[in-house]
């Protein structure tokens, strides 16, 4: 019993690895995407108070809050700081400390806005704080280094059996509780089960269309979409998208294992992929980030040295 976790999972030190190193670039590319589409809907105000800003209004009057209100100096500080932070991810500058500014972002704009989306994200920073070597390949160094764009490309070579550090365990542990967290509750809920959910989301969706900003990007379904799925009678609608619910359960459940062992971890990737994009084609302004990174993480199930035959096989 004693070595059945070292078994199933051999963890060995907090050296990050080719695929670690790759997942830092598909994750601030994913933040660097919510951060711009965050700024160009009036992030940078939310928290003035000459005028008051409607979000700070509201939030200093949410019972629920937990209140770390900021003067809009600080704000505006912490803002630049961690768009700062995102582009040291994304280049692996100072890696440690920009994952953990944005990581800390992350918590603090859960206080304001809270979606949980946003604390995966900054969940999936975590590990690169305590990360060694996560700028070794695909990072600005690693670029003015190479000699051409095949050698930046490679990545260093890893023996056969390596094992995972505890950084890159940590993000498959993490995805194994995100599926089947939502696996757990999908199943356990009777509306969704039954279709009415997302029945229901669909149904609001059709009914706000004509007042959202840029509305054809926010809901674009054609209209006969729309007519079957969304505006029907409610409970027509929802038997049509009865199977659809059921189907999400399963393929959520089954993913991580999927993804775990390398002969299937190409059915899963596939699978994942149509999932996140059947999820973000619902709100793509907000889950487009998540998609990201969530996807991102499947390089992480791989072997070492599968990971590193994979690249090399592309390239």
Same mark, same amino acid.
């Given at each position: 019993m004693h070595d059945l976790l070292p078994a199933v999972l051999p963890v060995h030190g907090t050296a990050a690895g080719p695929s670690l190193c790759s997942f830092r670039l598909v994750l601030g590319v994913a933040l660097l995407w919510k951060i711009t589409a965050d700024h160009?809907?009036?992030?940078?105000?939310?928290?003035?108070?000459?005028?008051k800003s409607l979000l700070r209004w509201r939030y200093e009057r949410d019972e629920m809050a937990v209140k770390l209100l900021l003067s809009p100096t600080a704000f505006k500080v912490f803002y630049t700081a961690r768009a700062v932070a995102v582009l040291c991810l994304l280049a692996g500058v100072l890696t440690p400390l920009a994952a953990g500014v944005v990581a800390a972002w992350c918590m603090f704009e859960f206080t304001f806005d809270r979606k949980f989306n946003t604390v995966f994200l900054g969940m999936m920073c975590l590990p690169f704080v305590f990360a060694t070597g996560a700028d070794a390949y695909l990072s600005l160094q690693s670029l003015l280094d190479a000699s051409s764009v095949t050698a930046f490309l490679e990545p260093p070579p890893v023996p056969h059996g390596a094992a995972f550090s505890w950084p890159q365990a940590a993000v498959?542990?993490?995805? &194994?509780? $995100?599926? !089947?967290?939502?696996?757990?509750?999908?199943?356990a809920s009777r509306q969704f089960?039954?279709?009415?959910? *997302?029945?229901?989301?669909?149904?609001?969706?059709a009914s706000v269309r004509a007042e959202l900003p840029d509305g054809p990007r926010d809901y674009y379904f054609p209209d006969w979409?729309?007519?079957?799925?969304?505006?029907?009678a409610p409970a027509v609608a929802a038997r049509r998208w009865r199977v659809p619910s059921l189907v999400t359960i399963a393929v959520?459940?089954?993913?991580?294992?999927?993804?775990? &062992?390398? $002969?299937? !971890?190409?059915?899963?990737?596939?699978?994942?992929l149509l999932?996140?994009?059947?999820?973000?084609?619902? *709100?793509?302004?907000?889950?487009?980030?998540?998609?990201?990174?969530?996807v991102g993480t499947y390089l992480l199930f791989l072997p070492q040295h599968a990971f590193v035959d994979l690249i090399e096989g592309l390239i």
């Open positions: 160009v809907f009036g992030m940078a105000r939310f928290f003035d108070l000459n005028p498959v542990v993490v995805m &194994f509780q $995100v599926y !089947w967290s939502s696996t757990w509750f999908k199943a089960t039954s279709g009415d959910a *997302l029945q229901k989301t669909f149904e609001q969706l979409f729309t007519r079957r799925f969304a505006t029907a959520e459940a089954a993913l991580p294992l999927l993804l775990a &062992f390398p $002969v299937t !971890w190409p059915a899963g990737v596939l699978l994942g999932t996140h994009a059947a999820f973000t084609a619902i *709100l793509p302004k907000r889950l487009i980030p998540f998609g990201l990174a969530a």
